[in-house]
């Protein structure tokens, strides 16, 4: 008995022990699981709701598995392939958008053979071969961005979505109206991609699931996939609305002239990390670069218009090496849609373009990465935000996630990321949010950015600043080309567009209907009438205004160039496009934003030879702002790959 006693007394004492350990590990868990689960709160995992997502397999894009049965555009779209409905081509009804930053709707009748009017011929890319087309409007951003709401046009993946060409995808009556998808929160706080992390605090979390398939929240995802999940605006809250850096000018100002010393300071001395070995391709560059340095001069090429650039001598010696030394890698890894899959069309089509003209390229491409000098990582950053991106969650900490452990899985599969640390690697992004998505783990990569502001992150002679490029006409993006010639110019100055940002409302409300000479608009209506006459206003006229607006980037600037429009840049701390290269004083006008009050004083002020002679280094710098099917010498591809090869042979360090 005595023995029974003292074995019932050890149970009971070693039970305490167990209730205080589990009691304290189930606190432990209550106070933690906040930073880790995607509501907020712990509880909430265990008590799933019908608000609550649950992820299955038919919920996933881009899993790799031949037999998925439904791709997702959005939360509220999902098509599954049993249905009458599958992903394909819009054949008709192309959503359009005028330089105003107005989407309309215009119904257009596409052949399902060639177009006849794009004359690419059958070598060129084929535009019908993976790639995606997105009709959108940038200037609107986050929670009031109308793009979220349009069609995702011919997301192709063989193993993936089963393709009609004759079929089309219905949006929700929501998506079609312009309004979120129900489910979504309806808060219509204003956002600013570049400071939002800083502006907002996050209110929701990020799950990150494991390749092992495993999750918390659901079923299991399928392996080998990037599997950061989209977050769910469920745990979202009457977010607290803040004083955000889109309503406000920046704090610090870097003027043209100091980006230009900041330019040659970096090229002068480098930071970027020494590799880790030696290497017969840092070997390559490095004689390059002492080329470049000592390039014989250049008088009075036929090809070149030496006013418009640094030092056309050094950039012809350059571009030249490029043509014939350089090696580029593409990798693999990563997923359909967010990876190898490039919009076309759109306000974020240079990234698709670059990247579909990349792929397509035998002249650099190699598929040996040990000859390769530099290594592309092919995302799209508007498939990013479009695929994980919850509406009104202003939370984007998954979408830096999913490339923060794309860049950890090809440095643990490749050697090639850890000799350099990533400074031979390089992206090409578009999306305002790009900045913010490549932090930390991207950080010694070249990145070529839209969004070129020298006080967010951008890093003068290392980052390329990337032409924000509005393509209207995927199959013909020199459609409307050129413009009247200087004598039948007879508007002084042209603006119309969305009231975005704190500098537009301010040119608006200075210059609205005060002059006949200066003709400054709100948004324009929708319609094509209304696109027509926006061009039509860009190329009658002599200035045409590029203010910023959520961001220092716009697309005004490459359009007016389109249009034969001398830009007049009004953006503080904007790096014009491939600022390495060209010398932007030769095209264009820059002004600080305290200066829109003397806006017509300034422009009027200008001669009659100087006009004239920016007009003619627009005409000559038009073609380096091009895009053709089939890539041509000194047209936008080739700038823009060129631009990452200079400053990657002024970034290198001998071993």
């Not at 929501?174 to 309004?179: D, F, Q, S, T, V």
Request: proline share 6%.
């Amino acid at each position: 008995m005595e023995f029974y006693y003292r074995l019932h007394k050890f149970c009971q004492l070693e039970s305490r022990k167990w209730l205080i350990f589990v009691g304290a590990v189930a606190i432990a868990h209550l106070l933690f699981q906040p930073l880790l689960f995607p509501y907020g709160y712990a509880v909430r995992t265990l008590l799933p709701t019908a608000r609550d997502p649950v992820f299955d397999e038919s919920r996933m894009i881009g899993t790799g598995q031949s037999s998925i049965k439904s791709g997702v555009a959005r939360n509220a779209l999902a098509v599954d392939a049993s249905s009458e409905l599958k992903i394909g081509l819009f054949a008709q009804n192309e959503t359009k958008s005028d330089g105003a930053g107005d989407v309309s709707h215009v119904s257009e009748v596409k052949g399902h053979g060639g177009d006849t009017e794009n004359g690419l011929a059958s070598e060129e890319v084929n535009l019908d071969d993976d790639t995606a087309e997105l009709a959108v409007d940038r200037d609107v951003v986050d929670d009031d961005d109308d793009e979220d709401d349009v069609r995702l046009e011919n997301i192709v993946d063989g193993n993936e979505v089963t393709q009609e060409k004759d079929s089309v995808l219905e949006l929700p009556s929501e998506a079609k109206k312009g309004l979120p998808p129900v489910q979504d929160v309806t808060s219509k706080t204003s956002e600013a991609p570049a400071a939002l992390s800083q502006a907002v605090p996050p209110t929701t979390g990020a799950s990150h699931l494991k390749e092992s398939g495993a999750s918390s929240i659901g079923p299991a995802v399928v392996k080998g996939a990037f599997t950061t999940s989209r977050n769910n605006s469920a745990g979202v809250s009457n977010p607290v609305k803040k004083k955000i850096k889109a309503e406000m000018p920046p704090t610090s100002i870097t003027t043209f002239d100091e980006m230009n010393q900041l330019l040659a300071r970096n090229h002068r001395s480098s930071r970027a990390m020494r590799p880790r070995w030696s290497s017969e391709r840092d070997r390559e560059i490095l004689d390059a670069r002492w080329q470049i340095e000592n390039a014989p001069a250049v008088v009075n090429d036929p090809d070149l218009y030496a006013p418009l650039f640094r030092n056309v001598s050094q950039f012809k010696r350059s571009y030249e090496l490029m043509e014939h030394t350089l090696k580029v890698y593409i990798y693999k890894d990563g997923k359909k849609p967010i990876f190898h899959l490039p919009i076309m069309k759109g306000l974020y089509a240079s990234e698709g373009w670059f990247m579909k003209l990349m792929q397509g390229s035998k002249q650099f491409v190699v598929k040996d990465p040990r000859k390769a000098h530099l290594f592309y990582m092919p995302f799209s950053s508007r498939m990013l935000e479009y695929t994980l991106y919850v509406r009104n969650s202003h939370n984007r900490t998954n979408l830096r996630q999913h490339l923060k452990e794309y860049s950890e899985k090809i440095a643990a599969k490749y050697p090639f990321w850890n000799r350099t640390g990533g400074a031979d690697h390089f992206l090409v992004a578009c999306h305002d949010w790009a900045p913010y998505e490549t932090r930390h783990h991207m950080e010694h990569c070249i990145k070529a950015l839209c969004n070129a502001d020298v006080t967010v992150g951008f890093k003068l002679g290392r980052d390329v600043s990337l032409p924000e490029t509005y393509v209207r006409a995927a199959r013909n993006p020199l459609r409307d080309l050129g413009g009247k010639p200087p004598s039948q110019r007879n508007i002084l100055a042209f603006y119309a567009g969305g009231m975005h940002g704190y500098l537009r409302p301010i040119l608006v409300k200075q210059w609205k209907d005060k002059d006949p000479n200066m003709k400054i608009f709100g948004p324009m209506p929708a319609g094509v009438a209304s696109k027509m006459n926006y061009i039509q206003h860009m190329k009658r006229s002599k200035y045409c205004i590029c203010p910023k607006g959520y961001e220092v980037n716009s697309p005004r600037v490459v359009e007016a160039i389109f249009y034969e429009c001398v830009p007049v840049i009004i953006s503080d701390n904007f790096i014009p496009p491939l600022f390495e290269v060209f010398n932007w004083n030769a095209f264009s006008i820059i002004l600080p934003e305290k200066d829109i009050p003397n806006l017509k004083e300034i422009l009027v002020s200008i001669p009659a030879k100087r006009y004239m002679d920016l007009q003619l280094g627009v005409r000559k710098v038009q073609r380096h702002f091009l895009w053709h099917g089939r890539p041509l010498k000194y047209d936008l591809f080739h700038m823009t790959l060129h631009s990452i090869w200079y400053n990657r042979v002024y970034q290198i360090k001998p071993r």
